[in-house]
Each structure stands twice: as C-alpha cells, then as structure tokens.
C-alpha cells in the first residue's frame, strides 16, 4: 500500500511538472538568457546581468564581450533600452559583419593597407575595409568567446588570450575587460593587456546608443556635443589622412551642443562625402583626463542623456550610415538606417604607420591600460 501510494505522488508530480513547466523570467529589458546560450567556438556563451540600486540594468553576453541592452529611465520614468543590438546569440552569431555592442581588437578602427612595422619587421594583417584592416580583421575580438567571471551582481570581468599571429598580429596578448555598473548609472569599461612580443594594440567598445529606446526612430534630432578642437580628415576610403585640422568654421563644430541632423547630409563638404556622414575622430581637449566630459550625446525628446568620459585621446563618431534595415533586430523592429551613434574612445586611426600620433605600441613588461565611462541621467 506505502509502495502504491509513493508511485501515484512520484507520478503526480511528473504530470504536474510536464504541465506546469517553469517559464524563464526575462530580464527587465526583456532579453531571455536561454536565447544567449549555446556552445561556439568550443566555448558556452552565455548571458550576464549587472544591476544596480537605481533600477538601471546592463545586459551583456560574452560572445563578442557585447553589450545586449543598456536599460536607463527617460524623463517621466519609464525604462528604455537605449543599446541596439539582436534578442539572440544566434543573430548576433549569424549577421555577418556585425559588431553590436562589441569589444573591438585587436586594433579599433582602421589600419592602413593593412599593414605596418615595428622593429623593422613588417606585419601583414587582413584587408576587409577598401583595402584596410578594419577593428581587427572580420575575425577580430568581436567575433571571439570571452571567458567570463561575474564578480558581482553589478561587475563582469572578461579575459581573452588572443594568440601570436591571430589575424596577423604579433605576440600573444593576455586581455582582460571589466564591466561595471556605478551606482549613479555609469557604466564603467576598463581594459587592460600585456604581451610576449612587440605589437599594437587599440581596444575600444562598439555601442549603438538609440537615446530613444527605439531604433525607428532616427538619430537626427539627438544633441552632440564634444569636447575637440580639432579632428582626423578622412579620405574616400574612409583612411585618416596624416593631416589633423581644426573643426573651426566647418560642420565637424560640435563644441557647442548641435543637432546631428543640421549638417550631416551636407556632401558639399568633402568630409561628410567622404564619410557618408559623421563618421570620423576627434582630437580630445581632455588629454587623458577621465574627470573632464569628452562628449555628451541626449534625446530631447526623451530626455535621456549620455556623457562619456575617458583616458583615451580620441573620439570615433559614428552616425550609423552603413545601417540600412536588412537586420532585424530587438523586438522584430528593423536596425534602419542612422538608427543609432556610437562613440568609440580610442588612439587615433592608423597611429602605427603615423608615428607622430600617440603611439598603439605595447611591448613585453609594459601593461596597456585604458578606461571609459558612459554615464547616464535624465536631462532638466
């Protein structure tokens, strides 16, 4: 009789189960962690979660090392995700080409002819952009499994070992990027790599902001400001020049907070015909000081305001022109054209072969170190 009564419980309990089965909760920006989970590269991805007491949450996988939502509230309150990107590890995985949110390296930016030397030795790497290397080569470190450590419910500490000759860069490089979410809703990036062997190395995070919450909605009425005097000019494959101007008198002027969309499609200046838009870096007038405001980016519409601070000398302002609505992305809504900006801190654009520029160098017993904070608040 006990026998038959422990076999009926045992097969309630498995009906009630098989018909009752828990349903993962997603997190507040409505990712689902089952969604980021699979095994690539030989390594489980994942997806991790940083909060904080204001309510504001980051979401990052470590395919990548990729920001998957920034959650912040607008001005009446009301959360948005203001970081575009995919709900899946398998669109971030599949799109080609596609760097949302990514940690970038080994080089950000561009390299050129993809090319250049140190110690006389002279270093081919990948052309994948008009006949330069661009963030590292298409298998660069956003393209890699981080493996991951979450220290704590508002701290994630990545570290990569990118081996001797990896998309033809020298030395093996021991990288390790923390993430760390502040308590006044500033979102802390720092990074830090030590090599074997003379290299370059220029690491950066690709961001797509939409200070809306809504990538439908354009980037046009969004106020930049940025603190340069001065910018990298470009040529028609988007490679930096040599040349470093002053933004006086011309439409790269964001020293005075400007509407994005009041001079982006203006192609009668070469500059933004070459870039097909704001896409280019800024000389900072804050010289590595990480308490001084390097750019600010904000929506008026939703109030939502981003300033960014950094150790780095330069900017990348990038206005989304290569967007175009073929992927699809959060919440089925199409990733449309200059539906978001990025603000990549960084050494300037092929500072390997313009050896006047800060240096990108990093050789054996010395440590590469560099940080960034985006910070976030409702503007009054």
Known sequence: MKKTLIAA??????????????????????????????????????????????????????YGGRIASILVPDKDGKMR???????SIKDHISVAGNNYGALIGRYGNRIGNGTFEIDGVKYDLPKNNYGHTLHGGDNGFH??????????????ELTYLSKD???????????????HLGADNDLHIKYEAETDKPTVVNLTNHCYFNMDGDVAVKNSDWVLYLNADQYTPVDS????????????????????????GKRIDNFEFDQL?????????????????????????????????????T???????????????????????????????????????????????????LRPGEKYTTETIYKFYVKK
């Open 9 to 62: 419980f045992a097969a309630f309990l498995l009906v009630g189960c098989k018909g009752n089965a828990p349903v993962e909760e997603a997190t507040k920006s409505g990712l689902l962690k089952k969604n980021f989970q699979t095994e690539h590269q030989g390594k489980q991805t994942d997806l991790y979660v940083l909060t904080n007491a204001s309510g504001m949450e980051v979401c990052i996988t470590n």
């Open 81 to 87: 995700d203001v970081s575009v990107g995919f709900e």
């Open 143 to 156: 393209t890699v499994v981080w493996d991951a450590k979450q220290v704590d419910n508002s701290t994630l």
């Open 165 to 179: 000759g990896e998309e033809g860069f020298p030395g093996n490089l021991t990288c390790k990027v923390v993430y």
């Open 237 to 260: 494959t988007f490679m930096t020049t040599g040349e470093i101007l002053t933004v006086e008198g011309t439409d790269m002027d964001f020293r005075t907070p400007t509407v994005i």
């Open 273 to 309: 015909k070459n870039g097909k838009g704001y896409d280019h870096n800024w000389v900072l007038n804050t010289k590595g000081d990480i308490t001084k405001v390097a750019a600010t980016l904000e929506s008026p519409a939703s109030g939502i305001a981003m300033d960014v601070f």
């Open 311 to 361: 150790t780095e000398p330069g900017v990348q302002f990038y206005a989304g022109n290569f967007m175009d609505g073929k992927d699809t992305g959060k919440k089925g809504v199409p990733n449309g054209h200059r539906g978001a900006v990025c603000l990549e801190t960084q050494k300037y654009p092929d500072t390997p072969n313009k050896k006047d520029w800060p240096s990108t160098e």
